[in-house]
């Protein structure tokens, strides 16, 4: 069956890495200086995820072991502590203010369950900022504490090679220190790009590098693209009551299942955040009073227009963390379009000891938990004589709008484009949640879509939830789809009444079929 799933994900021509295994010699990179030629078996340069999961499982492995990290701070002088993006402003405190914006509903629900709730009910940016700012600084001290219960040592300083086996590193006071190591492990990550172009961009506007460690409420905020980050910024600002649009050029969630992305759109429509569809921002001026006015462009009739905004949010993309490293004394090669680093099915890079890891890495998924499983299987390879591979397809992951978004495997779009429409089965349903029945919440785009090969035994291929708790819906049935689970499977499991969970085994209904999908929930 595993092999059945892999033909079908792989496709015509693709590639596809199932538990794949190194070559046969064993892994690059491992222990070749003579005894005492370098300073550590492994340096790695950046301590978010993936970087600290490798270095952490290398020092279990009872290697010498360091970690060299250093935040530049933003444009608009925003630093923050040791864990890289997903801890300081990424992952965590998102999903922390996505809980924020979620709780301010269920406030609004809980007088339908008898709760005397006084109205109006307000928010306190401040207040909420410094909860999360403050789990925030605790897991930087907890990191800081693991890395020294490993005996790995941490430099607080920027690096840059000198050679393929050393790294000079300069603290914040200016002071140079030499690194040298056998094995060289690069995993610095991104950061925001910044729209340059446009006048003004970087003068007034912020990131989220700031958004999460702002002290005062952004205010009336613009939103400036169409990505997760930017639809998970703008949908936890409206939740917590901020007046905020969405500017974007083309399409929301670009990559993501397109069906999904406009269901996702459309209650965050719904629930009052304004899109502006089609246009480009091309100046940002000052006004005297302090507010921010932005001009934008109709991409199809070129017309201009204005508003006048507290916070602009530029949220078009990330730029890899490549271009202070001195790659070239290295030898280590980047994409010319991408500048992130040209890495093998290894993680190896062009010079054999030297890997990258995580989001630095070409044609890597930009996600926390993909780094930190490379990162360990990096340092099982290199160090303890693993043989096991990363596998980077059929990886969950979640949108944190504020309905949920989660999927994994291929969308319906990308299953048409590999197998043909002829050969592809989706069966889906609208369905309703119970919770939101007696506070008589709107359920128009809770949906969920099981995209299938239509020949039996109907391998599914992707699976796309939208509703409550998607992360955890998703988590759960990752396993089975990805042990290559088919349709007949999966209507076969017994589903856990009454969740949402089960509406994804109740899916009865094919597209091509033409019937209502919408089911009445529980």
Known sequence: MAAAMAAALRGPGARFRWRQLASAGGARGAARGAAGQWDYDLLVIGGGSGGLACAKEAAQLGRKVAVVDYVEPSPRGTRWGLGGTCVNVGCIPKKLMHQAALLGGMIQDARHYGWEVAQPISHNWRKMAEAVQNHVKSLNWGHRVQLQDRKVKYFNIKASFVNE?????????????????????????GRPRYPTHI???????????????????????????????????AGFLTGIGLDTTVMMRSIPLRGFDQQMSALVTEHMMSHGTRFLR????????????????????????????????????WA????PETKSLNLEKSGVKTSPISQKILVDSQDATSVPHIYAIGDVAEGRPELTPTAIMAGKFLAQRIFGQSLTLMDYDSVPTTVFTPLEYGCMGLSEEEAVARHGQEHVEVYHAYYKPLEFMVPG??????????VCLREPPQLVLGLHFLGPNAGEVTQGFALGIRCGASYAQVMRTVGIHPTCSEEVVRLRISKRSGLDPTVTGC
């Not at 300069?170 to 002071?175: P, Q, S």
């Not at 003004?200 to 905020?221: H, M, N, Q, R, V």
Request: hydrophobic share 35%; charged share 25%.
């Open 316 to 319: 078009i993309g990330r730029v």
């Open 278 to 313: 089609g246009r480009t921002a091309t100046r940002v001026r000052r006004l005297p009073a302090g507010r921010l006015q932005v001009t934008w462009e109709d991409c199809v009739s070129g017309r201009e227009d204005t508003d006048t905004f507290d916070t602009i949010l």
């Open 199 to 233: 006048e003004g961009a970087l003068e007034y506007g912020i990131t989220s590098d700031d958004i999460f460690w702002l002290k005062e409420s952004p205010g009336k905020t613009l939103v400036v693209g169409a990505s997760y980050v930017a639809l998970e910024c």
């Open 165 to 189: 086996h050393t790294v000079c590193g300069i603290t914040k006071d200016g002071k140079e220190t030499l690194l040298s190591a056998d094995n060289i492990v690069i995993a610095t990550g």
């Open 441 to 450: 919440r709107d359920a128009s785009q809770c949906y969920i879509k099981m």
